[in-house]
């Protein structure tokens, strides 16, 4: 497939993906904005005392959550920010469809995902937004096709000697 660099991303046919994602985090119990976009919950648990009409939501995408296990051991511990956010990273990549849907809304616009955390830099939502981001990047970037030397003909090599 050919692709073309504009100002606005990669041209694949019709379909214009943008460079970069507009992909936002907030908590849940933060007030939703008009900008927002998109705004889906990345919790495995609901956020407490928030009613649903509160979050305006568009999807509550529980699976793409981390672990219990995982979660329970990181208990938001800044001290184990690097390796919860490798070991979680990790369990996001069998989770591509899920991944694709959450890169569904943010090619169309802003995403907001929201998460119910009172950290709001060492949260699940961050590495969810981490992993958009590379596989927007891997899918954005222009092939070059590799120029191998090319090899005499076997002609050519045996008149050689």
């Not at 936002?24 to 928030?50: C, E, Q, S």
């Not at 956010?85 to 959450?102: F, I, M, V």
């Not at 939502?125 to 958009?132: N, P, Y």
Request: charged share 30%.
């Amino acid at each position: 497939m050919l692709w073309e660099i504009g100002h606005m991303g990669m041209v694949a046919g019709e379909r214009v993906l943008p460079m970069t994602l507009d992909v936002m985090l907030k908590r849940a119990y933060d007030p939703p904005d008009h900008d927002d976009g998109p705004r889906v919950l990345v919790d495995r648990v609901w956020p407490r005392a928030v009613p649903k009409q509160h979050l305006q939501i568009v999807a509550w995408l529980k699976d793409i959550a981390p672990s219990t296990a995982l979660r329970r051991w990181f208990g938001h511990d800044p001290g184990r920010w690097e390796e919860f956010r490798r070991r979680y990273r990790s369990e996001l990549a069998s989770k591509a469809s899920l991944l694709d849907e959450l890169a569904a809304y943010a090619e169309r616009g802003r995403l907001t995902l929201v998460f119910g955390t009172r950290d709001p830099v060492h949260n699940q939502a961050a590495v969810v937004k981490e992993m958009l981001e590379a596989r927007r990047a891997r899918r954005t970037r222009p092939k070059v096709p590799v120029r191998r030397p090319s090899r005499p003909s076997h002609r050519a090599r045996a008149g050689s000697r």
